[in-house]
């Protein structure tokens, strides 16, 4: 029970199969081409916003850049650095060795002469 074509049934059934490509192609050809347009559409108006900026907003982030510098400024004044924490603890700790061995010296001697 096979299929029998003729040949120029062959050929309308190979015919209206590539004509189904070619249109689903060029179906998701024009999606595609929307979708890049709206793309491109909404990133020319946010680029054109942040062009159109006002005033205001150019002297706020001018101001935010005062503040910046002023912190810079401000910081080694304000913070201790971590090397410099970490020395000066160095050297708390080697006094604080240094008074434990003399007392230890001292606790010594008292127990020798008694």
Same mark, same amino acid.
């Given at each position: 029970? @096979? +299929?029998?074509? %003729?040949?120029? $049934?062959?050929?309308?059934?190979?015919?209206?199969?590539?004509?189904?490509?070619?249109?689903?192609?060029?179906i998701?050809?024009?999606? +595609?081409?929307?979708?890049? &347009?709206n793309?491109?559409?909404?990133?020319? *108006?946010?680029? %054109?916003? =942040? @062009? *159109?900026?006002?005033?205001?907003?150019?002297?706020?982030? #001018? &101001?935010? %850049? #005062?503040?910046?510098?002023?912190?810079?400024? &401000?910081?080694?004044?304000?913070? =201790?650095?971590?090397?410099?924490?970490?020395?000066?603890?160095? =050297?708390? %700790?080697?006094?604080?060795?240094?008074?434990?061995?003399?007392?230890?010296? =001292?606790? +010594?001697? $008292?127990g020798?002469? $008694?």
């Amino acid at each position: 029970m @096979a +299929i029998q074509l %003729e040949a120029y $049934q062959w050929i309308m059934v190979l015919i209206t199969m590539v004509s189904t490509v070619v249109a689903t192609i060029k179906i998701l050809w024009n999606r +595609i081409e929307v979708n890049l &347009d709206n793309n491109f559409k909404s990133m020319q *108006n946010k680029l %054109e916003d =942040v @062009a *159109n900026q006002s005033l205001q907003s150019q002297k706020d982030i #001018r &101001d935010l %850049e #005062r503040k910046l510098y002023q912190f810079q400024i &401000d910081l080694p004044h304000a913070y =201790v650095a971590r090397d410099d924490y970490i020395r000066g603890q160095t =050297v708390i %700790e080697a006094k604080l060795d240094a008074v434990a061995q003399k007392l230890e010296n =001292v606790q +010594i001697k $008292q127990g020798m002469q $008694q």
